[in-house]
């Protein structure tokens, strides 16, 4: 009996190192939306990467918002990116509608020097189980990687 318990433990555990070792250190950034909601930006139609058209919303948390502030991320520091796609609404108006992806990033500086100390992850429709990345965010990071002087950020300490 405690050998059958202690294998399901070793079960367990090993379940969860795979998880992890997929997971690209990040776990699904619950609460997200009630973190500081830096700004809102619209892709319209004929923006590329076609796939990147729609409304999207991003937030920082606490670690992130001291980042922007002092230039300075800490282990932990969170970007969200919260992406919808648009519809017409009529009378010249735009309504959210269905969500893409949540796209995150996690600064994590030691592991991941490849990616300029950030683990990248997106969870398609904003579902915890389906992530996107696979590739240990290498094809994330080309489009950041060119902002090297602002931390491979797009974000900025200019808004309110
Ligand atoms: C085609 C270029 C491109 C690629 C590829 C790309 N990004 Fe970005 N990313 C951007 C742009 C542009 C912004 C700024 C968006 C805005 O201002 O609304 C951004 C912003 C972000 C932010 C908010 C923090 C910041 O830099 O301001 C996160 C989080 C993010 N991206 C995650 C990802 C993830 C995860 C992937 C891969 C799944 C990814 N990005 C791939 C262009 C890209």
């Known amino acids: 009996m405690k050998n059958r318990h202690l294998l399901a433990a070793a079960l367990g555990l090993a379940a969860a190192w795979t998880a992890l070792a997929d997971d690209n250190g990040i776990a699904f950034p619950s609460g997200y939306r009630t973190w500081f909601h830096h700004r809102t930006t619209v892709n319209m139609t004929g923006h590329q990467p076609e796939g990147n058209v729609g409304i999207q919303h991003v937030y920082a948390n606490a670690a992130a918002v001291e980042g922007l502030r002092t230039g300075e991320f800490a282990d932990g520091a969170t970007f969200v990116v919260d992406r919808f796609h648009?519809?017409?609404?009529?009378?010249?108006?735009?309504?959210?509608?269905?969500?893409?992806?949540?796209?995150?990033?996690?600064?994590?500086?030691?592991?991941?020097?490849?990616?300029?100390?950030?683990?990248?992850?997106?969870?398609?429709?904003?579902?915890?189980?389906?992530?996107?990345?696979?590739?240990?965010g290498k094809a994330c990071f080309t489009c950041h990687a060119p902002y090297a002087d602002n931390n491979y950020l797009f974000s900025k300490n200019d808004k309110p």
Request: proline content about 4%; hydrophobic content about 35%; aromatic content about 8%.
């Open 86 to 136: 648009y519809q017409d609404a009529g009378n010249s108006s735009l309504s959210q509608g269905a969500r893409k992806v949540v796209a995150v990033m996690v600064r994590n500086a030691a592991l991941h020097p490849e990616t300029g100390g950030w683990a990248f992850e997106a969870f398609k429709g904003g579902d915890p189980n389906q992530r996107v990345v696979k590739d240990g």
